[in-house]
């Protein structure tokens, strides 16, 4: 999609909660070529 595409917004938030809940985090970070880079960590069971 591209930044004219109707979204809700409600995706990385989802993502961010249900992470969170198994205790893992969500980190953001300016991507290499532009954009954001988006990191899901969770520990092995």
Same mark, same amino acid.
């Given at each position: 999609? %591209?930044? +004219?595409s109707d979204g809700t917004g409600l995706g990385l938030g989802f993502v961010r909660a249900l992470t969170e809940s198994y %205790? %893992? /985090?969500v980190t953001i970070r300016e991507g +290499?070529? %532009?954009g954001a880079d988006f990191r899901? /960590?969770?520990d092995r069971a």
């Amino acid at each position: 999609k %591209g930044p +004219d595409s109707d979204g809700t917004g409600l995706g990385l938030g989802f993502v961010r909660a249900l992470t969170e809940s198994y %205790g %893992g /985090t969500v980190t953001i970070r300016e991507g +290499d070529r %532009g954009g954001a880079d988006f990191r899901v /960590t969770l520990d092995r069971a």
